[in-house]
């Protein structure tokens, strides 16, 4: 598929323009200069034909952002993967010495660019485009990526650019892995390590990522979507707007996936708020493995994996059916491990159990420890069958099933796991009248 970049400046409108693209609220917009930082990727249609888009951050020089050196490096990546860049400037300011560094970079190039003035949204700022001929990149577009002014016409532009599709591939199912945690635990690391590239910004301050930002995976037979998102933090520790939003990409990201890698701390253990993560894992009744990152830290011993192991099953009971991994993602530990539970938990959440072979596994299991008997009646679990659910979901039909306890639902639950494999992914129980 075509790759269009956006690029310019900080606070010209790169993530409004995204937005409109793609046709939904994916990149965060913000007043504050420096929003975005790393790559975000989006699709975009336009009369039958599709492109991906690229926002970046805010190309600069010489400022008091500690990014600056990190984000200018996105964005130059950015422009060396696409078909067709979209410089865009701003027409209330004219043209900034900002500006005219990202002309002289753009010239360099031999990719086709094309010049967009934005917030022209009345005719005397229409006079004003003119002035940005000067930055010799073309004729520049007047657009109001705000109310989407121009950007039909630019649309029709872009596809004038774009190579031709070669022969559209059928549409299939990719799993979605998301990569979540509490920030400055390795997240973006992992991504850019699994990638084999430096998608994401990563530096000591947490709080880098700001948005859940995702990435095609296609190596060593894995195909995945892979998802990385801003650290959560405690809503009492959430003080702006904006991280505000980070946070709700982050939750948004959990409920979209597939499967979801909480990462930990190996220095600091299973802490409150990383229960408060696996616990949004477990209410969207996604597929969860959990990564111990920065072992390579930690003074071991012989049983010191089992141990810590045991410890952080332990801070997740009732539910401690879920892989445990122990990587160091600087040195290369143990990645691949990640990649292989999340596939095998994604086989294991879609897997569909014919309602012959659980009634023979675990009709037996119940004839043998049948449900305690209320008031005197006698409860009988006639048959069970596995619901048309994306997660894990079985109906066990039986007379009186107002009076099943929830200690029994998870003897069931238990029994389940024994028999089938479903290893890293919640179950849910439902007893019905038969």
Known sequence: MSIVAIVGRPNVGKSTLFNRLVGMRQAIVDEVAGVTRDRHYGKSDWNGREFSVIDTGGYAVNTDDVFEEEIRKQVLLAIDEADLILFMVDVTTGITDFDAAVADTLRRTKKPVLLLVNKVDNHERAYDVHEFYALGLGVPWPVASISGSGTGDLMDEILKHL???????????????????????????????????????????????????????????????????AGLRKKTKVKEDLEFYSVMRSV?????????????????????????????????????????NKWDLISKETNTMKEVKAATLQRLAPFVDVPVIFTSVTGKQRILDVLQAAAKVYENRSRRIPTSALNEAMLPEIENFPPPAIKGKYIRIKYITQLPTPAPSFAFFCNLPQYIRDDYKRFLENKLRQHFDFNGCPIQIFMRKK
Do not use: W
């Open 163 to 229: 190579p031709e599709d070669t022969v559209k591939e059928e549409k299939k199912d990719i799993p979605h892995i998301a990569i979540v945690g509490k920030p400055n635990v390795g997240k973006s690391s992992l991504t850019n390590a699994l990638l084999g590239e430096e998608r994401q910004i990563v530096t000591p301050v947490a709080g880098t990522t700001r948005d859940a930002v995702s990435a095609y995976y296609n190596k060593y037979g894995y195909e995945f979507i892979l998802v990385d998102t």
């Open 252 to 292: 948004r990201a959990i409920e979209n996936a597939d499967v979801c890698v909480l990462m930990l701390d190996a220095e600091h253990g299973v802490e409150a708020q990383d229960m408060s993560i696996f616990n949004l894992i477990i209410r969207n009744k996604k597929g969860c493995i959990i990564v111990v």
